[in-house]
């Protein structure tokens, strides 16, 4: 019943969309990018943190008027940055973060725009970059691991900023194209070609970014990283050819391809390889 509730509404919500945009365009544009872009899950309550995240050292950094949230655990000097994906933050590390404590290394995780304890009411890939650039600054990662759209986010980062203090970077369940991405968003509410025209457009002015070309498999053909990819064959969030699109222009890197675990990727064997692949030489 709630899977038919669902579908209705979005099928509702994108027809009003599109009927929307043939007398209020502009109007049916920026209807259409706030359900693409405001998440509608993944916030944190302050008071009612996880255990694991009031035990870190909590700190907010700033960009212009973004307040960043970021959990420290302090190690030695090599920093593992943690960037968490889509309608998610910081807490989806809980069942890696003891792995990765373990190491001895210092751990520093961020919440996403939106998302978490981070300020912003949009998310967008540039922006999470940007985001990820400030905490770089602060702390230095030799290694950063993304879930999902952190890892892209990560992707379009070292492309952007050409980081050479980084050395390795794992991407769990991640997207190469954004255009598949935006394909689903518009599949998902039926959503008609004006909308996808005006989205192509919005992209390209606000960001200088043709959607076409935003791709992880194009930002990582002249990665100098030794790379991790690891991708369950029965994620349905994220399809499979995502992770081998990318795997088959990094220069460095190993696929790990898994079954049963979902998009999540949340399992102790999968932890294990992360590590291994980590504190190798």
Known sequence: MEKIYKFLLTKTIGGYINILSYVAPEKAFKLAYKFFSNPRLGKLIPE??????????????QK????IQTYLWKGDSTVILLAHGWE?????WEKLLPNLIQTGHTIVALDAPAHGLSSGKEF?????????EVVIQKHQPKHIIGHSMGGIAAIYYQHKFTNHNLEKMVLLGSPSDFSIILENYLKLLSLNHKIRVAFHKYILDRFQINIDDFSGKYFLKTSQLKGMIV?????TVV???EAQKMASSW?????????????SLRDESINEKIIAFLVEA
């Open 88 to 92: 998610s933050n910081s807490a989806r």
């Open 251 to 263: 220069k460095s890197v190993q696929l790990i391809t898994t079954s049963g675990f979902g998009h």
């Open 124 to 132: 967008n890939v540039p922006l999470y970059a940007s985001f990820i």
């Open 239 to 241: 399809q499979i050819i």
């Open 231 to 235: 991708h369950d064959t029965e994620d």
């Open 48 to 61: 009612n943190l996880p255990k694991f995240l009031q035990d870190s050292q909590l700190e907010i950094l």
């Open 64 to 67: 212009k008027d973004f307040s």
